[in-house]
């Protein structure tokens, strides 16, 4: 009975609640993709983000110590350091094993080959020579 009654009010205002529930719909609707659209996107990183200081409109940055290895003082080292961190960190070579002459001659070999390192090959002698003394493996 209950039912019966409560459909008989319905039809006699079915226009009201029409319009209530486009209006509360258009309301959620706006709330959901209006304030998302409007929200920057947000770059996610594993590593926490490093601090900066704003001078002016820049932001400088202080690069992340534990990214920069310290390396030995070696004949070499000047031309490791400043040619092998043009791509990449040096964390790159610190993290390898060491390994015996061949390999790092190798792998020099296929930063030139391979990525278009600018290495001529008396650098690249310099730098295996330097890799092999810090790094190397009998
Ligand atoms: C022209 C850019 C460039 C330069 C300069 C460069 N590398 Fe690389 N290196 C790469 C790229 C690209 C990779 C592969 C990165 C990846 O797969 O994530 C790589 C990867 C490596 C790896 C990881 C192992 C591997 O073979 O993928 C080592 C070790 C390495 N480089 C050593 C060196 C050394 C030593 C030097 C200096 C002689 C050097 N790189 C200079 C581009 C370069």
Same mark, same amino acid.
């Given at each position: 009975m209950q039912v019966v009654l409560n459909l008989k009010s319905l039809s006699c205002c079915m226009g009201k609640y029409l319009s209530i529930i486009v209006l509360v719909a258009s309301f959620i609707a706006l709330v959901l993709f209006g304030c998302n659209r409007a929200e920057k996107p947000v770059i996610k990183t594993s590593e926490p983000v490093n601090t900066f200081t704003v001078k002016g409109s820049v932001r400088e940055?202080? =690069? &992340?110590?534990? @990214? @920069?290895?310290?390396?030995?003082?070696?004949?070499?080292?000047?031309?490791?350091?400043?040619?092998?961190?043009?791509?990449?960190? =040096?964390?790159? *070579?610190?993290?390898?094993?060491?390994?015996?002459?061949?390999?790092?001659?190798?792998?020099? &070999?296929?930063?030139?080959?391979?990525?278009?390192?600018? *290495?001529?090959?008396? *650098?690249?002698?310099?730098?295996?020579?330097? =890799?092999?003394?810090?790094?190397?493996?009998?």
């Open positions: 940055m202080d =690069l &992340n110590p534990a @990214a @920069a290895p310290e390396f030995p003082e070696h004949e070499g080292k000047t031309e490791f350091i400043s040619y092998c961190a043009i791509c990449h960190s =040096l964390r790159y *070579i610190s993290t390898q094993p060491d390994f015996p002459q061949k390999t790092w001659e190798a792998e020099v &070999n296929k930063m030139v080959t391979k990525y278009h390192a600018p *290495i001529d090959s008396v *650098i690249a002698k310099k730098i295996v020579a330097y =890799l092999v003394s810090v790094k190397g493996k009998k």
